[in-house]
């Protein structure tokens, strides 16, 4: 990992265990709107533990944490809402003149697509947790 800041460090012993490991693409009903859903649950072994980003896909997601005793769901979603700049057309001779999307690192770590960094504190200590294996469920169609 490529870690930007040298004050927080990267855990290798964590203070809870995640269960579940998902995420998905959903494709709103209006045109030019998409985003992804992450989902993350788990246990928690203190009483002082705060979740607040995950690093997925070249973003930085806020997450919502949901807690019940010891048990936690983590949700983080990020939404595009892009206007249409490009002509979509059969005849190729339209299309010219159409630009790539930018691309540009938005985060300060090197990820594999199912893989994620969730930023947590202990004690208002940070630390990071490398999340691997995490499950593509299917696109959900939003009307």
Not at 49 to 72: H, M, T, W
Not at 89 to 117: C, M, R, T
Request: aromatic content about 12%.
């Amino acid at each position: 990992m490529n870690q930007s800041c040298k004050t927080s460090m990267v855990s290798k012993s964590i203070p809870f265990s995640i269960d579940e490991k998902t995420y998905f693409h959903w494709v709103g009903g209006k045109q030019g709107t998409r985003g992804t859903t992450i989902r993350i649950t788990g246990i928690s072994q203190t009483t002082n533990l705060y979740f607040s980003k995950v690093y997925f896909q070249n973003y930085a997601y806020e997450v919502i944490p949901r807690v019940s005793g010891n048990d936690f769901e983590l949700s983080a979603t990020k939404s595009e809402f892009t206007q249409p700049d490009r002509i979509m057309s059969g005849d190729p001779k339209a299309e010219y003149g159409n630009q790539p999307p930018p691309v540009s690192k938005n985060i300060p770590f090197e990820l594999e697509d199912d893989e994620a960094v969730l930023l947590y504190s202990v004690n208002g200590q940070d630390s990071y947790h490398k999340i691997t294996g995490l499950k593509e469920l299917e696109t959900v169609y939003r009307p």
